[in-house]
């Protein structure tokens, strides 16, 4: 999580009934760490949740590692006193430092698969996709799309007005007509319009390709370090013949081996493309935590809840689910 990306969150996301609540932890006059949150009532019961629960990649405190246990035990004691209440600590990942001190793991949400990339990009791809035939046809697809016309690749945009976020917005909406994605809702692209006049160029990294100046891939995600953090990847369905999306994702991968980037972090799920191109992953667990005598039993139930719906994914059942209610809504 990134200030501007937690500022803009604020702005647009805060659900009906939350209420902002940060939490900030000094030693003295020094500022340790801060826990970006929102918190509700369940009768009463406080239910404490980060901020971007649901729509983050990661969830965590703002801390150094030298600082976080520490500040999480506090952080952890701060949200006892408020009891009757109930801590959810969405999308903590494995390999944040976090994770050790946190305790009531209750659920494995999602995979995240990673490219760690390697010094040239003839031997991360051969590594990475080591299907020959995978990466032949990787190969062909781009010798057609380049024959079909001009190919401008631009890795990261260095402004962005309202036409080009506008342009991003139809060919996302293209890609994903007829689905329940979230990201086709009109706040989410509020969202990203503040965010982009914000960081675009520090945190906030946007690539296009485009093919005879018109858009047909757009990649979006964050800065982490070196790290690229990616967060939507939409394509022109028209040009599917071509893989525009992979062919897009190929090239971005090379610049970024180019350019010293340590890895790409694909986020949550675990998508064939993802799979394709990654050569590790971690994981995003669901912790929840309950404090006094009516807080506990609803932490149970929530825990419960946690573990059937990364059950019922895992199995494929909330993807039927989500597409009979598409259905159902008329959006097919």
Known sequence: MRIAWLTCWYDVFVP?????????????????????????????????????????NYLDIISSDEDRGPAISAFLRHVGEARPSVLEWHDLNTESPSAQF???????????PIAYLGKDW?????????????????????????ESGECTHVPEVQAADETLLADVRELHE?????TPNPLLQTRFWQFLSQLARMSLGRDLVISLLRLDARLISVLVGLRADRTFVLYMLAFEPSLARYSPGNIHLLWQLQYFIKTGWHAVDFSKGDAPYKKRWSNGATANWDHILGYGLLGRPVAALLSMRSRLVAWARHKGWTRQLRRLRSASLGLR
């Not at 946190?102 to 995240?112: I, S, T």
């Not at 293209?174 to 007829?178: C, Q, T, W």
């Open 16 to 56: 009906s009934r939350w209420e902002e609540y940060v939490v900030v932890l000094r030693r003295g006059v020094d500022l340790v760490a801060v826990a970006p949150l929102v918190v509700r009532r369940i009768g009463p019961v406080r239910v404490f949740r980060f901020a971007g629960h649901g729509l983050g």
């Open 102 to 112: 946190v305790p009531g793991r209750c659920a494995r949400l999602y995979a995240n």
């Open 122 to 146: 003839d031997t991360h791809f051969r590594d990475t996709v080591a299907n020959p035939r995978t990466r032949k046809r990787l190969v062909r697809n781009r010798k057609l799309l380049e």
């Open 174 to 178: 293209r890609r994903f007509a007829g």
